[in-house]
């Protein structure tokens, strides 16, 4: 049977909300049957209708949602930052599943919080750090685990986009104008947009934590309130080292997420140009392409793949494959998804960017 | 309001029957209600179980279905070729709009007699050429339409595959089976599974159509009932010349459709390993890289579209384009999916490739 | 000590004079002491004055430098194809060692012919079918006969160029002009030019031979005397089956002789356009990126390669690969360059091409 | 009229040495006549015979031949670090243009000097910064500085080998050898190897300068005396940022130079792994895909390109490219050649980026 799932966010000008609801479709894990889709009554009404949803089961806020769903399994939170923590808390005390958009709050004391209130309920909670479902990301990391590079030692990780290159928060693009206020986003700009995503990547890989910073961030568009260009230099838990770079006004990219990690014995690489690809390059033999869908990929990888090999698998895709977690988490499955600790971490390396980037000092540790 | 679909074909074996069941709720236009997924009544019921079925509606024979489904709106037929025209026909007699994989039938006559019937009933049918659901297949179109190439010259066409590279038919995988048995599959082995989708790829973005071929087949793999590899040259409606290949003994290769066309201004290439890239190669100027999701591209490709540019899109929602397209020929919108004429036009390809391959003459018609 | 070599053709107009002189010196080899670089004495003149020669060693004829060169090691000749036979013949009947632009001759006769006299003399014959001078092509060749793809089942050669897509022979364009030229280019035009590279290609890696052609050659440019575009199904000597496409009017393209071939047990493929990557695709496993330089390569491989890993080579050092198995068949080593056995092939393959294109029947044998 | 030249280092064991000769020939520019390959007498005499010089010619020191060669016209100089000063400058000092392999010199201070005495002879000094002598690297100078992407705010440049993944040094290889060897080398182990090209690459490029250095360097192979890994973040003198990542422990990776700029209005890519290609990524429209050869080139790019479009050119012809600028201005001619003052920068580059390293400060200057 279908899980029941309710959305908070995701409105007329959303654009992760309709990728949820696809992803949430398309394996057939969730029935989407309610929703607070805007705080205005009007929008949400009518993105609820657009979906063919009950008119009663749609709300004007989340606190009406929760007062009148009673019996909902699972709850999505596609909301701007500062509107995460809120409805999450909510939802977890509601005995209610949450599957929640990254970062996972405003604040890293949120966090904080909010992932003790996932432990004390032992309710599945799922980040969507969409990357994370990937199949060959999921193939790089059991690859890194089982030793096929050898002892990690460099981490490259960069996320390039180019669609802050201009001010436009102030032209009703509804994505630039919150991701770009403090009031909203938080305290980072393009370090919690993408950077989070980049640092989440190297460490789902790798297994390896950062645990110092030396960062650079930097308002790049004058005028901007926010960062909109990241990069730092990164130690490892394991003593690895690494580069992070992330940045939107990188003029003319689109969103190519890419990542390297070399041990003593060879490395990986992968880009979400081409996301079904994960290039394994062993020392002194002919690099590898590893390709979605191949008999030849672990468990873990095969697990997140529909397809035979040769047929594309996407974003969309990859999120469902988190959707598919958290319905297995829902079920009591434990999985590999994005949890309430990594979310904990992408929030402390969020304000370790930004402390550290107003230093003087060279390095600034990570502060769970 | 959703639309509902029934579906015949797709049980536990099937490949493709999992695809259009995740293309159909992908964009949330159809509600599977009802299926006959196999003729083993058993497979059939544990089919629908999977999915959640109401047991009532989960049948042993599309005629069973047909019976009890009164008021359906739509059914997708996705069976072995030669299980296609009789439950189309049935369909249609019934008022049911059909979507139908391809090759459209057994035989060159059955698909005549199954376009007269589309035409006769006026009811919405769809061929899943999924390729032509691709939002760059779509542009291609769109741009070749409109000039940017000038007047058409050469075509290129190539779907290597590797998967029939051994005698596998009897070692229990059920798509090498039926696919390699002439009484299941019809007159043409690769060039009716694949060869059909370069022929109608290669039409559907220049518009032109073949209109002689001059064509090898062979069987490569010792003991196979049916080709595993086609070759052709080809003359186009408009003047044109081209070669289409087509194998499933390429070992190493897994599924790597490819179009080249290039007219007196230019060229362009599209490829399925990066199908979210066009190349628009114009004489004596760079090479552009035209991508999905980008904001100069037609209204046709942006329709075909979910997600800004850099995030992949991939087989499934190119399957899920063209049931964007069926459900909107449903309500009555005309759009360019594949036709029943276009499901004759590749039967009538496939009988004239073998046709010409058995010939010592060079040139074979194909005749509607 | 250096070979002396002097250069028949090559003067103001020419392009591939350059390439062979830069060719020639790259590893010291090749001493250029002479040459009668044009028919017109002026040009001859200028171009050996550019080039610092010793004036009186520059000539207005072939003729005059045979005549006054009595000590020469070895001639390049880098004419229009009219003139290919007649100054390779009298050079080798006065002991001089040939390399031959391809195609060999003008026609089939007179290739027998000059191979007759080749194998009489002894001396030492190369004919530059350039490609076969890239480290990849070797590597693919080595590993073909040493059976990494198993029992050849499938070629596939293509060489699109867009450069002759305008009809620009008579607007001064030099290269444009002779080769487009029936009366010295040969029966060929386009099959000619590029069509026995592509033959050559597929030959020199698989070992087999074209034993049969379907072919349509086209004048695709109003008011051209000769083919500009060229396709053939194909028969091997050992059975296998291919397709070959050259064209010289895919508008937008560059110069990207492209092979592949499959076997039982995996495929390679080579591309002009990245040289020195050769993709190895065993059947079941991830494909393998064999690169130039690498420790893992044959002897072969590295004996035609310069530099480590990474480090580009190009056209002139796979040319200047030619011109190193020139000077050590001049010296009595036997190599695998281009022979003129493969010329008379080459000339044999235009030739059944031509007569192929002019008739009805589907196959015509290739007749040494 | 060709220059006579001198070559200094390029032993037997030398890489670069040989290098040097290809593409001093390659051209016709120069005629090497004389060298001291190599401080051991009898490995000299080897090379001198190898190459077919007269014996005479041939020198156990730099300073015999500068004793015997008084009529030299230009000096190349490949030895090892360490041996770069004292032979440069008496060699300028000797009236003799030079021609001397990067790093400039073993210390800054040395640097300066070099520099001090060629502003003051006024003889040609070209630094071989060998991706300087790319075409498509010229072209993205010519484009930046007209503006094709605005002003410049974001530079990504990153040099990652792995060819010292191991321990290496005490094998017998000599460029492991003196590479990691701090007396020969410098203070800078892969910050100097490599370091200085990307860090030149993107000056020269940009046109902008290197003003701070935020750096890790580190040592990650055990045992190895000079810093194997290196990255940075960067402030460049117009005010735009930068990432620098250049590393010898990338186990896999062959020798992939890679820089990215972008500017307001588009960004450009090259690579050194597909050298004939330069990526344009203007805002808001399709990528171009720029190619060497191409007629939409500037003059300058051109003046670097042999060939038609289509026939790659690599690291010889980039060479040959900076021994032409070499020639040209010995012959007076001005050329964008890495110059002395380029290498001053390089060595205050590598001065900045160990002080960094070593300091607990965010920022460190770049001293000239």
């Given at each position: 049977?279908?899980?029941?799932?309710?959305?908070?966010?995701?409105?007329?000008?959303?654009?992760?909300?309709?990728v949820?609801?696809?992803?949430?479709?398309l394996?057939?894990h969730?029935d989407?049957?309610?929703?607070?889709?805007?705080?205005?009554?009007e929008k949400?009404?009518a993105?609820?209708a657009?979906?063919?949803?009950d008119?009663?089961r749609?709300?004007?806020?989340?606190?009406?949602?929760?007062?009148?769903e009673t019996?909902l399994?699972?709850?999505?939170?596609?909301?701007?930052?500062?509107?995460?923590?809120?409805?999450?808390k909510k939802?977890?005390?509601?005995?209610?599943?949450?599957?929640?958009?990254k970062?996972?709050?405003?604040t890293?004391?949120e966090a904080?919080?909010?992932?003790?209130i996932?432990?004390?309920t032992?309710?599945?909670?799922?980040?969507?750090?969409?990357?994370?479902?990937y199949?060959?990301?999921?193939?790089?990391r059991?690859?890194v685990?089982?030793?096929?590079?050898?002892t990690l030692?460099?981490?490259?990780?960069?996320?390039?986009?180019?669609w802050?290159s201009g001010?436009i928060e102030?032209?009703?693009?509804?994505?630039?104008?919150?991701?770009?206020?403090?009031?909203?986003?938080?305290?980072?700009?393009?370090v919690?947009?993408?950077?989070?995503?980049?640092?989440?990547?190297?460490?789902?890989?790798?297994g390896?934590?950062i645990?110092?910073?030396?960062?650079m961030?930097?308002?790049?568009?004058?005028g901007?309130k926010l960062d909109d260009?990241?990069?730092?230099?990164?130690?490892?838990?394991n003593?690895?080292?690494?580069?992070?770079?992330?940045t939107?006004?990188?003029?003319?990219?689109?969103?190519?997420?890419?990542?390297?990690?070399?041990g003593?014995?060879g490395?990986?690489?992968?880009?979400h140009?081409?996301?079904?690809?994960?290039l394994?390059?062993p020392?002194?033999?002919?690099?590898q392409?590893?390709?979605?869908g191949?008999g030849?990929?672990s468990?873990?990888?095969?697990?997140?793949?529909?397809?035979p090999?040769?047929?594309?698998?996407g974003?969309?895709?990859a999120?469902?494959?988190l959707?598919g977690?958290f319905?297995?988490a829902?079920r009591g499955?434990?999985?590999?998804?994005?949890?309430?600790?990594d979310?904990?971490r992408?929030?402390?390396?969020?304000?370790a960017?930004?402390r550290?980037?107003?230093?003087?000092?060279k390095?600034?540790?990570?502060?769970l």
């Open positions: 049977m279908k899980l029941t799932l309710g959305m908070i966010g995701g409105g007329p000008d959303s654009f992760i909300g309709a949820h609801r696809k992803a949430a479709a394996d057939g969730f989407l049957v309610c929703g607070a889709f805007s705080s205005d009554p949400s009404r993105t609820g657009a979906l063919g949803l008119p009663s749609v709300y004007g806020s989340y606190d009406a949602l929760f007062a009148a019996s399994d699972a709850i999505v939170i596609v909301t701007p930052n500062h509107v995460h923590f809120d409805p999450a939802a977890l005390e509601r005995g209610i599943h949450v599957i929640l958009d970062p996972m709050t405003f890293l004391d904080r919080e909010l992932k003790s996932v432990d004390r032992g309710l599945a909670f799922v980040l969507t750090h969409t990357y994370a479902g199949p060959m990301v999921m193939e790089a059991e690859r685990a089982r030793g096929d590079i050898g030692r460099k981490v490259y990780v960069e996320y390039p986009q180019g802050l001010f102030n032209a009703g693009q509804k994505q630039a104008s919150w991701r770009t206020d403090p009031t909203k986003s938080g305290a980072g700009g393009s919690g947009d993408i950077g989070t995503h980049a640092a989440h990547l190297a460490e789902f890989v790798t390896a934590h645990t110092h910073v030396n960062a961030l930097n308002i790049v568009v004058p901007r260009d990241a990069s730092a230099l990164l130690k490892f838990s003593g690895a080292t690494g580069v992070l770079a992330a939107q006004v990188a003029a003319g990219e689109e969103n190519n997420l890419k990542l390297r990690v070399y003593d014995k490395g990986f690489e992968w880009s140009t081409d996301p079904n690809t994960l394994f390059k020392i002194d033999a002919p690099v392409i590893l390709r979605t191949s030849y990929l468990d873990a990888a095969k697990a997140y793949t529909r397809l090999a040769g047929h594309p698998e974003y969309i895709e999120f469902a494959n959707y977690a319905a297995g829902v499955a434990l999985g590999p998804a994005p949890s309430a600790a979310g904990v992408g929030m402390a390396f969020i304000e960017m930004v550290s980037s107003n230093s003087d000092q390095w600034t540790e990570v502060t």
